[in-house]
C-alpha cells in the first residue's frame, strides 16, 4: 500500500510538471502571437485584423478550457475510482484484523481457562492421592507396631513356656530322685520318711497341676496369638492389594502431569507466536495510520483541484458575458468608432492594445458603463505593456476567486461592485498565493526533504519505546502483585501452623525433665529409675539374692517359682526400659529438630513479612512509575513537532488508539498471570514437600506420650516386686 501511495504521489507530481510546463508553453505562444498582433495593428492592418484576432482568440481559449475541462475531469474520476477502491480494501483490511484479534483473544482465554481447569483438577487428584497414601502408610505403620508388639509378646510368652519346662524336669527329676531310695532301701527311712515324703509328694503334684493348666493357658493364649497373627497378615496383605491400584493410579496420574505439562509448553510456545504476530500487526497497523494520512493529502489536493476547475469554469463564463456586452456596445456605435479610426489614427491604435491586450489575457479592467472615449485617450506603449502585465498577473487571482465573488454578487456588475469586488480578489490571490506556497513547500518537504521522515521515524521510534516501558513496568507490577499475594498466603499458612503447633506444646507435657542420661558400666537402667524415685537398691545385688533364693531347697514350690518369676521380670523389665530409654532419646533428638524447624519457620515468617513490606514498596513505585510513563506518552503525543505536520486525531482515532492500548494492557496482565501461576506451582511443592515433617510432629507427640507411660507402669511394676520380695524374705 505504501508503495502504491509513493507511485501514485510521483505520477501526480509528475503530471503537474507537464501541466505546468504545457501552460508556460501556451502562455509563450500567445505572447508571440500578441505581439505580432500588435506589430501588424501598429503597421495598420485595422478592424478586420483586431476581428480575426478576437474571433480566433475566443475559439483556441474555449477549445484550450473544454480540453482543461474534460482532461481535469477524467481525473477527477480516476482518483475518485482509487480512492473508493483503497478506502474499502482498508475498511476490509480493518475488519479482518478486528475479526482476527477477536478470534484469537476468544481462543487464548479458553486455553487459559482450560489449563486453569486442568491444573486444579490434577492438583486435587494429587491432594487426594498423597492423603490416601498417606492414611494407607498410617495404617501400614499401626499395623506393624501391633504384628512387632505380638511377636513380642509371644517370644515372650514362649520364654516364660521355656523357663515353665524347665522347672517342670527339674521337678520330675526330683521326684524320681526321691522315689529311687525308697525302693532300694524300704525299711531304712522307716514311717518317718514316708511321713516326711508324702508332703512333699504332694506339694510337687499340687506344683504339676498347676504348671500343667499354666501350659495349658498359654498353649490356648499361644493359639489365639497366631490366629490374631494370622489375621494381622492378612490385614497387610489387604492393604498391600488396596495400595498397589493407588500407586499404579498414582504412576498414571505422574504421566498424565507430564503430559500436561508438554501441552502448557506447548500452548506457551504457541502463545510467543500470538504475540509476536501480534506486535508485526500492531506495526502493520502504524503503517496504516501513515497511508490514511497521505490518503488525507490525496484528497484535499483533490478539492483543491475541484475548487481550481469550478473558478475556471466561472471565469470564462464571466469573460464571454464581457465580450458579448462589449461586442454589443461597439455595434451600438460603429459611425463615431470608424471615424477615430480615420481620423486618429494613434489613438486608435493603442486602444486596439488595450482591447486586444485584454481580450488576450481574458479580464476586463474597465466597468461596463465606461465609454469608449476614455478608452481612445491617449496611452503610451509602455503604459499599454505595464497593463498587459498586471492582467496577466491578476488572471489567475480572479480564477481562484471569482467562485466567491459569484456567490455573493451575481452575475451582473457595476462600477461599484466591480471595485469592491476587485478589492477582495486582490487580497484573496494573496492570500491563496500564500496558500499555494505552504503546499508547495509541504509537498517538497514530503517527497524530497529526508529530514521530515528522520523525525517521524524517531517519533515512531520514541512512542514504540515507550509502550515497551510501560509494558515493562505493567507486568513487574502484576508479578509483584502475584508475589505480594503468595506471600500473603504462605504467612497466613505459616502463621496458622504456628498457632497450632503452639496449642499442641501446650496440651503435651513439657519436655525439660527428659533429661538423658547415658549408662555407665555397672550402672543399670532399672536402678537409674530406683534412684530417681528416692528409692536405693542395688541391683547386681538383687540379682544375686534372687538367684541364692531360687537355689535354696528350705523354700517352698510357690515361693521358688515367685522368686524365678520376679528375677526373669525383672531382666526383661531393664531390657525394657533400655530399649525405652534408646526410643525415648531418639524422640527428645526429634523434638529438638522440630523445635529449630519451627524456629526457623518463624525466621521464614518474618523475612516474608519483610518480602511483603518490600513488595509492597515496590509496588507503590510501579504504580508511580506507570503513571510518569502515561504523563510522558500524553506530552510527546501533545507537544512532538511532528504532529505539526499532519491533522490532529480525530474521535474515531483516538478510540482506536485507546482500544489498542487496552488490548496491549490485557495482553501484559495475561502474561504476568501464567508467570505467578509458575510462581505459585512452585510454592505449592515447596509445600508439600514440607508437609511430612508437619504431619510427623504429632505421631511423634503421641508415641513420646506412650513411651512415658509405659516408663511409669515398668517403675510401678518394679516397686510391686520389690515389696512383694521383701514382704517373702520377711522372717
Known sequence: MQKELQALRENLTRQHEQELARHAKIKDQENQRLKTALSAIRDGSGEKVRTALTLEAKEEARRFFDQERVKLLQEIAELKA??????????????????????????????QEQISKIKWDCERDIRRLVDEIKTKDRTIFALEKELESTAGFLQKLQLQKDALDEQLFLVKEAECGLGSPKREIPGRAGDGAEHCGSPDLRRNQRRIAELNSTIRKLEDRNSLLADERNELLKRVREAEKQCKPLLDKNKLMNKRNDDLTQTIQKLEEKLKSLAKENLEMKLKSLNDLDQAHDDQEIAFLKLQVLEQQNIIDELTRVKEKLLRKKRHKRSSRPIKRHIVVDTFFGYDEESMDSETSSVASFRMDRTPATPDEDLDEGLANEESELRFRQLTRE?????????????????????????????????????????????????????????????????????????????????????????????????????????????RERKSPPFNHLRMHPFSEGVSALQIYCMKEGVKVQYEHLIKLLDILGDNGNLRNEEQVAIIQASTVLSLAEKWIQQIEGTEAALHQKMMDLEIEMEMFCKQKGYLEEELDYRKQA?????MQIQELEATLYNALQQDKVIKYGEPLNELQRDELRTAVEKLRRQMLRK????????????????????????SLPLSLSLLLLLLHLSFFLQFLFLFLFFSLAFILWP
Open 672 to 695: 504476568s498471570r501464567e508467570y505467578d501461576c509458575q510462581i505459585l506451582q512452585e510454592r505449592m511443592e515447596l509445600l508439600h514437600q514440607a508437609s511430612p515433617l508437619t504431619l
Open 82 to 111: 482509487a480512492k473508493k477502491h483503497t478506502d474499502e480494501a482498508l475498511s476490509n483490511m480493518i475488519q479482518a484484523d478486528k475479526m482476527k484479534a477477536g478470534d484469537l483473544r476468544v481462543e487464548h482465554q479458553q486455553h
Open 619 to 623: 509496588l507503590d513505585q510501579a504504580y
Open 395 to 503: 488572471y489567475q487571482a480572479l480564477q481562484r476567486a471569482y467562485a466567491l465573488l459569484q456567490e455573493q454578487k451575481g452575475g451582473i456588475l457595476d462600477a461599484e461592485m466591480e471595485a469592491k469586488a476587485h478589492e477582495q480578489l486582490q487580497a484573496d490571490v494573496l492570500r491563496y498565493k500564500a496558500k499555494i506556497e505552504d503546499l508547495e513547500k509541504e509537498l517538497t518537504m514530503k517527497g524530497q526533504d529526508s529530514k521530515w521522515v528522520e523525525e517521524k521515524q524517531l517519533f515512531l521510534r520514541r512512542n514504540q519505546e515507550l509502550l515497551e516501558k510501560v509494558e515493562k513496568v505493567e507486568s513487574e507490577n502484576s508479578r509483584l502483585q502475584q508475589e505480594l499475594q503468595d506471600s500473603k498466603d504462605q504467612n497466613e499458612l505459616l502463621e496458622f501452623r504456628i498457632l497450632e503447633l503452639e496449642e
